[in-house]
T-cell receptor
Framework: DAGVIQSPRHEVTEMGQEVTLRCKPI?????LFWYRQTMMRGLELLIY????????DSGMPEDRFSAKMPNASFSTLKIQPSEPRDSAVYFC????????????FGSGTRLTVV | GENVEQHPSTLSVQEGDSAVIKCTYS??????FPWYKQELGKGPQLIID?????GEKKDQRIAVTLNKTAKHFSLHITETQPEDSAVYFC???????????FGKGNQVVVIP
C-alpha cells in the first residue's frame, strides 16, 4: 500500500490566492482527518469525515477554509483567500471506521503564504 | 472533551541510556492510547499503542505503560540510538468516534 498520499508537498502562494490541498486515503479506510501543525499550536484537528460525510468541522478556523470528500478515495482542503497566518504544515490522516485504530498520516503539505 | 498533556517538552539523553515520556489524560472513558514519532519533514508515524484492558505493551526497544487509576501513560525507549531523535506525540481516544486527542509533543534528542 502506498499509504496516505498528499499533494503538493510544498506550496508557496501570495496572500489572497486560492489554495487547494489534496489527499488520497488508504483504500478501505473510511475515516479521514485534516490537521494543521504549527510550532505554536501543535497538531490541530480541522475537520474529519466518516464514509465521506463531514462529522465535525468545528476546528476549521473560519469561512475561508472548506473541505470536501466527493468519494472514498479523495479529499480536498481549500483556503480562499489565503493569508500569511495560514502558513503551516497540513496533514491528512486516515483510519478504518468504527474501532479505535491508530491514524496513518500522509507526508504533509507545507504551505507558505507570502 | 479529552485533554492530553505531555511532559517534559524536551528531553536530552546520552546514547544507550533510557528515555521516558509521560502523558496524562482527563477523560476516564478513554480506552485507546497510541504513540507517534515524527521525524523532521515527515508526518507522524504510529510506533506503538495500548488499549485500556492491558497495563503494558512492549515492542523491541519501546514499551508503553498505562495507569488507568491515575490517568497517565508513558513511553519507554531503552538503549537509545541517534535515530530515536524525533518529536513524540501521545494521544487518547474515548472511543466510538475514532477521534484522537493529541498532546503537544516531546522533542527527544539522543546525544551520541
Amino acid at each position: 500500500d502506498a499509504g496516505v498520499i498528499q499533494s503538493p508537498r510544498h506550496e508557496v502562494t501570495e496572500m489572497g490566492q486560492e489554495v487547494t490541498l489534496r489527499c488520497k486515503p488508504i483504500s478501505g479506510h473510511n475515516s479521514l482527518f485534516w490537521y494543521r501543525q504549527t510550532m505554536m499550536r501543535g497538531l490541530e484537528l480541522l475537520i474529519y469525515f466518516n464514509n465521506n460525510v463531514p462529522i465535525d468541522d468545528s476546528g476549521m478556523p473560519e469561512d475561508r477554509f472548506s473541505a470536501k470528500m466527493p468519494n472514498a478515495s479523495f479529499s480536498t482542503l481549500k483556503i480562499q483567500p489565503s493569508e500569511p497566518r495560514d502558513s503551516a504544515v497540513y496533514f491528512c490522516a486516515s483510519t478504518p471506521t468504527g474501532l479505535n485504530y491508530g491514524y496513518t498520516f500522509g507526508s504533509g503539505t507545507r504551505l507558505t503564504v507570502v | 472533551g479529552e485533554n492530553v498533556e505531555q511532559h517534559p517538552s524536551t528531553l536530552s539523553v546520552q546514547e544507550g541510556d533510557s528515555a521516558v515520556i509521560k502523558c496524562t489524560y482527563s477523560d476516564s472513558a478513554s480506552n485507546y492510547f497510541p504513540w507517534y514519532k515524527q521525524e523532521l519533514g515527515k508526518g507522524p508515524q504510529l510506533i506503538i499503542d495500548i488499549r485500556s484492558n492491558v497495563g503494558e505493551k512492549k515492542d523491541q526497544r519501546i514499551a508503553v505503560t498505562l495507569n488507568k487509576t491515575a490517568k497517565h501513560f508513558s513511553l519507554h525507549i531503552t538503549e537509545t540510538q541517534p535515530e530515536d531523535s524525533a518529536v513524540y506525540f501521545c494521544a487518547a481516544s474515548p472511543g466510538g468516534n475514532n477521534r484522537l486527542a493529541f498532546g503537544k509533543g516531546n522533542q527527544v534528542v539522543v546525544i551520541p
